[in-house]
């Protein structure tokens, strides 16, 4: 009989991934399915990156490299944090993943035991709460509305601390909302977390370089912060490198020592090859990072413009990252040729099957009355999908 683990069953598949594979076997037969339910950025790597990962190749950088990282990669790391963040690590407090998800999971699994709760701010990107589950923790969430921008605010945080609490994952730029927290606001949470020192701070930056207005600044640089957050980080959203699968984090030795140890018997050092690529990209130009975020800055505004104009959409404005989160539950309760809209869910089919046009459900983030629309698109694909989605929501009665 087959038979799969209990921790196996107690995980959920990831509805973006979900969804783009839905996606995928529409195109497959021939519809032409504009795919606006994965973060991943449109444009190619920059050529002086992938000139990197060819030279890499060519000098027989192809053996195995240290689980931890190469040292030259982990010193231009701390280089970067602090030039960029204006933070001081070593490179003892530094270790580089396969991907920023990875440097999460290593993190969790290193610290998180049975019972243990992680404060989770909701909307909240989809693989925290599945991997709180894998690590056998209990996940806590803190719904933040559209009206408060999907951001927490310091009552918020103090009310859902427990003596149980071990961890609180933060991700400024969101992921899903393209919600940013001033330097005041995460002034204000960290003060509540001053009171607690056994918690923990994760700190999701992957997004920090596609930044609209304002300036990126990490908890870890607020006074007293430092020794307990973890910064995570990457290259796969600033430098269009998602296939290359290069994470980094920067924290406590204690904590990267542990993380180290898991990888080891896990996954072992990152590929060497995209390493080097990494490099390049940290340390080389970032005129195309620089040119990518205009990019995206013009779509964002283009989308929010074509949205706002769709009877029905509750939509803010987001401030980094390259998603969309409108509010969609007016449409709740209406229904076309038989067809009801109970939730976002089934909103989100709609959309795929009427309009050939795939989002995500704000179900799979914590925000049941919300879609998530990335706008990692063109600017020609988007001004079609926003069309093709806006005559779709005009049969709904």
């Known amino acids: 009989m087959t038979k799969l683990s209990s921790r196996l069953t107690l995980l959920t598949e990831s509805e973006t991934i979900v969804m783009s594979r839905k996606s995928r076997e529409l195109q497959v037969q021939g519809i032409d399915i504009i795919n606006l339910s994965l973060g991943e950025p449109d444009f190619n790597t920059p050529d002086h990156i992938k000139a990197a990962a060819r030279q890499a190749i060519d000098q027989n950088i192809t ?26 690590y070593t490179c003892d407090e530094v270790m580089v993943s396969n991907g920023g998800k990875h440097c999460i999971a290593n993190v969790l699994l290193s610290i998180i035991g049975e019972g243990d709760e992680v404060i989770l701010p909701a909307p909240y990107w989809v693989s925290y709460r599945e991997m709180v589950k894998l690590a056998e923790g209990k ?59 056994r918690i923990i701070i994760i700190s999701d930056e992957i ?8 300036e990126h600044v990490s908890i870890a ?36 020592k542990a993380c180290i140890k898991l990888q080891g018997q896990i996954t072992s050092g990152p590929c060497a090859i995209a390493q080097m690529a990494a490099l390049a990209a940290i340390t080389g130009t970032q005129g195309p990072t620089e040119e990518m975020r205009d990019a995206f800055l013009r779509r964002r505004d283009l989308v929010v413009r074509m949205v706002q104009a769709i009877p029905g959409m509750k939509v803010n404005l987001p401030k980094g990252a390259f998603y969309l989160f409108p509010d969609v539950s007016a449409f709740f309760g209406k229904q076309y040729q038989g067809r009801v809209i109970n939730d976002a869910n089934d909103l989100s089919i709609f ?6 046009v795939a989002i995500v459900a704000g179900n799979a983030f914590g925000a049941p009355d919300c879609l998530r629309f990335s706008f990692a698109e063109s600017e020609e694909r988007l001004k079609e999908a926003m069309l093709r989605i806006s005559r779709a929501l005009a049969l709904l009665e």
Do not use: C
């Open 207 to 214: 997004y920090e370089k596609i930044l609209f207005e304002g």
């Open 221 to 256: 640089h607020i006074k007293d912060m430092k020794s307990r957050v973890v910064i995570v980080n990457g290259v796969s959203k600033a430098y269009a490198m998602t296939g290359w699968r290069i994470g980094y984090m920067a924290g406590p030795r204690w904590i990267i």
């Open 351 to 356: 959309l795929l099957d009427v309009a050939n």
């Open 63 to 88: 053996h195995y490299p240290p689980v931890a990282g190469f040292p030259v990669l982990r010193k231009a790391i701390v280089a970067k944090l602090k030039e960029d963040n204006d933070l001081d």
């Open 139 to 197: 996940n806590v969430f803190v719904s933040a509305g559209i009206d408060q921008e999907f951001k927490i605010t310091p009552a918020q945080l103090e009310s859902a601390i427990t003596p149980h609490t071990r961890v609180f994952i933060l991700n400024s730029p969101s992921n899903p909302t393209g919600s940013v927290y001033s330097v005041a606001e995460i002034e204000a949470l960290a003060e509540v977390l001053q009171r607690h020192p």
